[in-house]
């Protein structure tokens, strides 16, 4: 079954623009990972945010963790066409080292 | 490379065949796991060995699906008499394995897309 629920579903802005997704969850987590899916390609992982952290950053990227509404959100700024992708969000339930639960998405397309 | 390869990238066969997937890990990771993404879906967790054992078998959805890892590196998801619902990308992923509480972050391979006719 799948925890995390990604919002949008799609999201199509003009290059330049920031993107920003969102991603609930329902149970209580030890981390939350975003990870982005170019077509015909694997997931390749973006960033980690601990339970612990409320905001992250690396490069582009800017995620936030918000554990009282069970919620994340991923911004990437001055987008490039080199961003259309998939994202996903995956959490990591607090008494697993390994497991993660996956959302379903949301399809990124910049337009150049 | 030092990335995880799977192969095939992509198989074609006819409903109650038996096909293999196979999983190269990234050398000197312990723990491998398996997954299925079935279009617009995030991963499903399928199984996770730690060496040689599956630790964890808990999303294999029947047994007509198993998995091996014999030697602690390669590992093998064999699906008997498919069916055109087992039609998706298989994924798989590797970690260094750390015990206790330190988050082990999972490299992906391509997958392989298996289609079911």
């Known amino acids: 079954s799948q925890q995390g629920e990604e919002d949008p579903q799609a999201l199509s802005i003009q290059e330049g623009e920031n993107a920003t997704m969102n991603c609930s969850y329902k149970?209580?987590?030890?981390?939350l990972q975003w990870y982005r899916q170019n077509s015909g390609r694997g997931l390749v992982h973006l960033i980690l945010?601990?339970?612990n952290e409320r905001e992250k950053h690396s490069g582009r990227l800017r995620v936030t963790l918000d554990t009282s509404k069970k919620s994340s959100s991923l911004l990437i700024t001055a987008s490039r066409a080199a961003d259309t992708a998939s994202y996903f969000c995956?959490?990591?339930?607090?008494?697993?080292?390994?497991?993660?639960?996956w959302g379903a998405g949301t399809k990124l397309i910049i337009k150049p | 490379g030092a990335g995880v390869s799977q192969t095939p990238s992509n198989k074609v066969t006819e409903k109650g065949k038996y096909v293999e997937l196979r999983c190269d890990p990234i050398?000197?990771?312990?723990?491998l796991y398996w997954y299925r993404q079935s279009l617009g879906q995030g991963p499903e967790f399928l199984i996770y060995?730690?060496?040689?054992?599956?630790?964890?078998d808990s999303g294999l959805p029947n047994d007509r699906f198993f998995a091996v890892r014999p030697e602690g590196s390669v590992s093998t998801l064999k699906i008997q008499r498919t069916e055109r619902g087992d039609s998706a990308v298989y994924l798989c992923?590797?970690?260094?394995?750390?015990?206790?509480?330190?988050?082990?972050?999972?490299?992906f391979g391509p997958g392989t897309r298996l289609t079911v006719l």
């Open positions: 995956a959490t990591g339930p607090m008494d697993s080292n390994y497991q993660l639960i």
């Open positions: 060995f730690q060496g040689t054992g599956a630790a964890d």
């Open positions: 149970t209580s987590i030890n981390n």
């Open positions: 050398s000197g990771h312990t723990a």
């Open positions: 945010i601990r339970s």
């Open positions: 992923a590797s970690s260094l394995g750390l015990a206790g509480d330190s988050y082990n972050e999972q490299f």
